[in-house]
């Protein structure tokens, strides 16, 4: 009588599920995006971990030099020329600021850093919507221009406050803890939390707008934030879930 084989020892599916991880793992640390990633989760960390301020906008501004090499690092050829082109004044300008009389004024450095930033954002999110397979780079590339839209509202916001120094309402609290003073830097620490805590939904109620200009950056801000994590996440999800089924 024929003797059926034997069957496959029960932790071989184990074993098959852990082989992927290696590979996406090198696959994650190759990315495109990865650099800028993580440069980016440092710079929104380091405006509120760092206590003393004159360390914290050191750091700042070396985070925000290393940014600007991962971006052009990260985007297309045809889109790094343009990207040298506002970033070059932008990263020269953060560092003047740190002079007794800086040559640059403060608000051509404010608007030079947000034209950088948003140029960065948009392309970041025109990367991510043109690819059409969904891989571990297109995914950290969605949280690299989820983690820009916070950080180029906050730059935002800081140049409205230079602009309108009455256009947010700090607590007294707040404003004692945080050393709450005119914005020094387009990525002014109280100014990049109050733009995630809104981008995010959250509203803790300790700093508010007052001015038009300011509401109305507030409220494109908290429309973007769920929006684009309910379009623009899902698409990619429904991208890998129609990939996985026509498998």
Request: glycine share 4%; with cysteine.
């Amino acid at each position: 009588m024929k003797r059926d084989p034997d069957p496959a020892p029960q932790h071989e599916p184990a074993r098959a599920a852990r082989r992927p991880l290696e590979p996406s793992f090198r696959a994650l640390l190759r990315g495109r995006f990865t650099g800028l990633g993580v440069v980016l989760v440092v710079l929104s960390f380091c405006t509120t971990v760092i206590p003393d301020h004159d360390v914290r906008e050191v750091v700042i501004d070396i985070a925000f030099t290393i940014l600007l090499v991962f971006a052009v690092h990260s985007l297309r050829r045809t889109m790094r020329a343009v990207a040298i082109i506002l970033a070059l004044p932008a990263v020269v300008g953060h560092w003047t600021l740190h002079l007794d009389a800086p040559p640059v004024p403060k608000v051509a450095v404010f608007v030079s850093s947000l034209l950088f930033l948003s140029f960065l954002t948009l392309v970041m999110l025109h990367e991510v919507l043109r690819d059409q397979r969904v891989n571990i780079d297109t995914l950290v590339g969605a949280v690299c221009a989820y983690f820009l839209l916070g950080v180029t509202w906050g730059s935002a916001y800081a140049l409205l406050a230079i602009v309108s120094p009455n256009a947010f309402a700090v607590s007294r609290s707040l404003a004692e803890v945080a050393d709450w003073q005119p914005p020094k830097s387009p990525l002014t620490p109280l100014l990049q939390y109050y733009s995630f805590a809104t981008l995010s939904t959250v509203g803790y109620g300790d700093m508010s707008p007052l001015t038009a200009g300011a509401r109305s950056l507030s409220v494109l801000e908290s429309l973007v934030g769920p929006l684009y994590l309910a379009i623009l996440i899902s698409r990619l999800v429904g991208m890998h879930v129609a990939r996985t089924t026509d498998r």
